[in-house]
């Protein structure tokens, strides 16, 4: 007469259990690990399209209203958009000037809040073609973290100059 | 359940290995107008078509951002007349961008012409 008793300890069902727990341990590590991966990027993302929003107002826009950079005290209502563009990709000495002149810790968040990038720290560095800077704005990045850069070409004084745009968390 | 668990690994590992190109696309679209603006508003286009020497463009190319690669055609009529390439460059990518710029040259006549720049990144080589 036969029997069923020990079909449940059976060599198949070990196996099948062992296989399913290495498919289930493989998935799950590569599945945090994505979602880790996903979030990265995520923040990445954002802070590269501010970044890239930022250096394209500075570089292709004069700014709103146009003659902001004779407003004697800027403020978020007085200027909507600081640009230092007289004309597209054309660099206006006068408006870098006024933009290198926000020293003060609050002039420097009024105009992160003005450029949409209020949420991180930011520079911007005009450089001529070799590298040699020309004009420097606020801070320098940090060489142990993630930094969104952005690099634009323009004219400034007739010569062809990068516009490089950093910002980090 | 096996091949339901291995479409699950797949798909994790898929997620794994994503990388974004539409930021790098977006990135040199915008570094290849920027060039051909400058090149342009600085008078190099023109320069380089009246006087037949390219070599303000070619020294302006080569001290652009290390990663990026650069063809810049200029034509007359659709007929390319000067032609010339970032050095340590080959013509091999995966994709390439293509902007157009016309521009006006006031030389012995004024005329118009169209500058085409090829764009590619150089890891991609």
């Known amino acids: ?169 | 359940m096996l091949v339901t668990g291995l479409l699950f690994v797949y798909v994790a590992s898929a997620i794994n290995d994503m990388e974004f190109s539409a930021w790098k696309d977006s990135h040199l679209q915008r570094y290849s107008m920027d060039l051909l603006t400058v090149l342009e508003k600085s008078g190099y286009l023109e320069n380089a078509v009246i006087t037949e020497d390219t070599s303000q463009l070619q020294n302006v190319i080569a001290k652009t951002s290390k990663s990026l690669c650069f063809l810049l055609n200029i034509k007359d009529s659709g007929e390319t007349i000067l032609s010339l390439q970032k050095q340590d460059c080959k013509i091999t990518y995966k994709r390439r961008l293509i902007t157009r710029r016309t521009f006006i040259a006031r030389g012995d006549q004024t005329k118009v012409y169209e500058a085409e720049l090829y764009g590619w990144y150089k890891e991609e080589l």
């Open chain 1, 1 to 169: 007469m036969s029997s069923c008793k020990g079909q449940l300890y059976s060599t198949d069902l070990v196996f099948a259990v062992v296989a399913f727990l290495v498919v289930l341990l493989t998935f799950l590590t590569l599945w945090q690990s994505g979602v880790t991966r996903i979030s990265y990027f995520e923040a990445e993302r954002w802070r590269e399209e501010a970044t890239r929003f930022a250096a394209e107002q500075l570089v292709e826009t004069p700014g709103y209203p146009t003659h902001w950079e004779q407003i004697a005290n800027i403020t978020d209502t007085n200027v909507r958009s600081i640009g230092l563009a007289g004309e597209r990709n054309v660099i206006s000495p006068a408006k870098l000037q006024r933009f290198l002149s926000f020293q003060g810790q609050s002039e420097y968040e009024l105009v992160k809040r003005i450029l949409g990038v209020s949420r991180y720290e930011m520079g911007v560095v005009v450089e001529n073609l070799d590298g040699d800077e020309i004009a420097g704005y606020k801070n320098t990045p940090p060489t142990n973290q993630s930094v969104s850069s952005v690099s634009r070409l323009a004219i400034y004084n007739g010569s062809i100059v990068v516009v490089r745009v950093y910002v980090w968390e």
